[in-house]
């Protein structure tokens, strides 16, 4: 029997279809296309399915073997897919050493800081080998790691992040960086979750022209570590000026020490490789799900190196002699696969920027493509949204080209995209929408640049050895060009995805694989689609244009951010009782963060408490998650069973139709809260603007999911 949320969501799905208006195909440029890594069709029965797994041979062969595997892909243990078994490797020496013959005086790193009077350091692979060597040698004599252990790393976008991580890996260290701008809670959080011992920071780094104090967040993420039972010992501080300390916060005897003074013992010392089985972690990133604990996604060395080192080579089109610049944190997955191991596995020059794209102005991204000659370029729709906003005609002003760039993170508006194309890519650059996720190490859905023609809006067709899949809640298949949404799914393994949640296997199964196995004991890849979260809905073409998250996971400025992180937050200050976090349409970050919160009996709304709530979630998440508005109301509009209707202050919060109501507990209230909210955004001018066929599916969506 359809209930009513589903007959709901089957008109606005049809509705979408007659909404929807197909956009024009662009064709990238003669001249790209000579150029281009893939420009031969031939590409394609090489990945099709009939070739899979041994058609990922190309990717694992981009990269040095110490020693070749004997299996490809084996499943005796699905959904724990392990890829290239009995093969070893190292990724370290993959990254850095390999290109020494060749390349050693290239520069393998680009780091611009962001005070403009300070100068750019070009690190070439000679130097990034000693420096890894070096440090690699700290950590095994000072530290005393060693392959298997898990160290937390908690960086900003300095160069001394890629050689924490480079020197991690050469041990066979399982590094786990926290994004920088997250709070010293989430971070000691996510420190307690994978039982790190040594924690690695810096003391400070800049951030809008503020030289910001980061080694404070440092002793939070000690503390709360410690009272999730798990001690942190050491803690490594990098220094943002070396021999200099830039952070006020005083160092803890016996437990921190300054990287740059150790370093001077290590001077010269070389660390040999670890030889590392395929399936060995190469690294832990932490995203949010459906709960309050956040999910240690991990990723293997073999299969997640060739799946970078591959699409690097064939999605982002890096060639040897190309300036590669991605204007993503590394503290994010962007970063780790594709500024930092797919890059330099390839033997490019990856450039790193450390601050604000548009500090100290709106020029300032295309001045640092001016000067240093970037071809390709790659960031996120929030990030092109603020730049066209500060500075829609900046581009112009500079004599920068770019052949290639990158849209990742968020569902891009033709709008955006169009200004992307024509204004930043001056109408020359092949621009690649890649839709994926923290969990799956690498593309999964956009165009192949030179092969496949760019629509605006759609990220393309699955990428090549992908065979993505829209099913409905029952599993049946959704046709392409059906007009219907749907979730989409990979109907086969792949070296880049996740090998389990860090120490949660049970969760990993649930979460990704049980919604539409069948027989769970199947070691069939076939009856084991992977269930990525997102809705979607496939053209005729065969090309996908990605809604957004079917979980309760709001989308801000391209970081996944869970509801139930957000309101066990707020529910740790005292006056609160019950609290809701829901999506509200924001012109630059896509989607930003309202919370709604109900107070215990004896309480009184007021500025404090909505204060306490921003100050709250700001502490134990992190800036980017403080919400854009907070409401205190009276109660929350709830189901029979106490269930919060998220919808329904979705709803409220967009100006949109609540919707039927009629099942509600408390119907009543409804009224009143949006009498109260609505009339609030008016007078502070934030009644936002219509909204589109999509957008108005994901509010009736959001918080179905449970
Ligand atoms: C969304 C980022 C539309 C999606 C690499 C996904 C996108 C989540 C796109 C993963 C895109 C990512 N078009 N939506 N090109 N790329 N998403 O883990 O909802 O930070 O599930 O990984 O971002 O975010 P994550």
Redesign the pocket.
């Known amino acids: 029997m359809a209930t009513q949320v589903e007959r709901e969501t089957e008109t606005s799905e049809a509705q979408i279809a007659v909404h929807w208006r197909e956009e024009e195909y662009i064709h990238p440029s003669p001249k790209f296309i000579g150029q281009a890594n893939a420009s031969d069709p031939a590409i394609f029965e090489r990945f099709s399915e009939k070739n899979f797994p041994e058609c990922f041979k190309e990717y694992a062969d981009l990269l040095s073997w110490d020693q070749y595997w004997h299996t490809t892909l084996d499943t005796s243990n699905a959904p724990f897919w392990k890829w290239f078994v009995g093969g070893k490797l190292n990724a370290s020496y993959n990254c850095v050493d390999r290109h020494l013959a060749k390349d050693r005086n290239k520069a393998a790193i680009i780091w611009v800081p962001e005070p403009e009077a300070e100068d750019t350091q070009a690190i070439t692979y000679q130097e990034l080998y000693r420096r890894v060597n070096e440090f690699a040698a700290l950590l095994q004599d000072f530290c005393g790691l060693k392959a298997g252990d898990r160290v937390t790393l908690h960086m900003p976008m300095v160069p001394e992040l890629p050689v924490t991580m480079l020197a991690c890996a050469r041990l066979g260290v399982i590094h786990s960086e926290v994004f920088g701008g997250f709070s010293g809670a989430a971070c000691g959080d996510r420190a307690a979750d994978s039982g790190s011992e040594v924690l690695i920071t810096m003391d400070a780094y800049y951030r809008s022209g503020e030289l910001i104090d980061h080694k404070i967040k440092a002793d939070e993420a000690v503390t709360v570590s410690s009272e999730k039972g798990n001690e942190i010992k050491k803690v490594l501080v990098w220094q943002r000026y070396p021999g200099k300390s830039s952070s006020p916060t005083p160092m803890v005897p016996d437990r921190d020490v300054f990287v740059n003074e150790l370093l001077n013992t290590y001077r010269g010392k070389i660390v040999p490789p670890v030889s590392m089985p395929a399936e060995a972690p190469l690294f832990l990133m932490y995203?949010s799900g459906t709960t309050a604990r956040p999910k240690g996604c991990q990723h293997s060395t073999g299969g997640y190196l060739s799946y970078v080192a591959g699409t690097s080579k064939y999605y982002q089109d890096i060639h040897p002699e190309d300036t590669y610049w991605c204007m993503a944190d590394i503290g994010?997955?962007?970063g780790h696969s594709y500024i930092v191991y797919g890059p330099l596995a390839l033997g490019a020059t990856t450039v790193m920027y450390e601050g604000v794209p548009t500090y100290p102005d709106a020029g300032r991204a295309w001045r640092i493509a001016e000067r240093l000659n970037v071809n390709i370029f790659h960031t996120a729709p929030t990030t092109i949204r603020m730049l066209r906003k500060v500075g829609p005609d900046e581009p112009k002003k500079y004599n920068y080209h770019f052949k290639h760039m990158t849209?990742?993170?968020?569902?891009i508006e033709p709008g955006v995209w169009e200004w992307y194309y024509n204004v930043v890519g001056k109408g020359e650059a092949a621009i690649v929408?890649?839709?994926?996720?923290?969990e799956n190490g690498g593309f999964l859905g956009s165009t192949l640049p030179a092969l496949q023609p760019m629509k605006p809006g759609s990220?393309g067709p699955g990428v090549l050895g992908i065979n993505p899949v829209i099913l409905d809640e029952e599993g049946n298949v959704v046709e392409a060009g059906s007009g219907r949404a749907g979730n989409i799914c990979i109907r086969n393994p792949w070296p880049g995805i996740f090998q389990t949640v860090y120490g949660q296997p049970e969760r990993f199964v649930e979460i990704y694989y049980a919604k539409y196995n069948k027989n769970k004991d199947s070691k069939d890849w076939h009856d084991w689609p992977y269930f990525?979260?997102?809705g979607a809905l496939q053209a005729a073409d065969g090309y996908f244009r990605?809604l957004?998250?079917v979980d309760d996971v709001i989308?801000v400025a391209?970081h996944?951010l869970g509801t139930k992180e957000l309101e066990s937050a707020c529910l740790t200050i005292e006056e609160v009782a019950e609290a809701a976090a829901v999506p509200v349409m924001d012109e630059v970050r896509g989607r930003a963060v309202e919370m709604y919160v109900a107070l215990k009996p004896g309480n009184k709304p007021s500025k404090e408490i909505e204060e306490k709530v921003g100050e709250s979630i700001e502490r134990l998440i992190g800036k980017v998650a403080r919400p854009k508005a907070v409401w205190v109301v009276a109660d929350m509009p709830k189901t029979r069973s106490g269930k919060i209707m998220r919808r329904v202050i979705a709803s409220i919060s967009n100006f949109t139709d609540v919707g039927d109501i009629t099942t509600l507990a408390n119907p009543d209230i409804v009224d009143t809260i949006r009498h109260q909210v609505q009339a609030e955004k008016v007078s502070r001018g934030q009644q936002p603007r219509e909204l589109s066929p999509t957008e108005l599916e994901e509010i009736k969506r959001f918080g179905q999911a449970e």
């Open positions: 995203t994010w997955i962007t849209t990742v993170g968020e569902p929408d890649t839709w994926w996720q923290t990220c990525a979260g997102d990605i957004g998250r989308n391209g996944r």
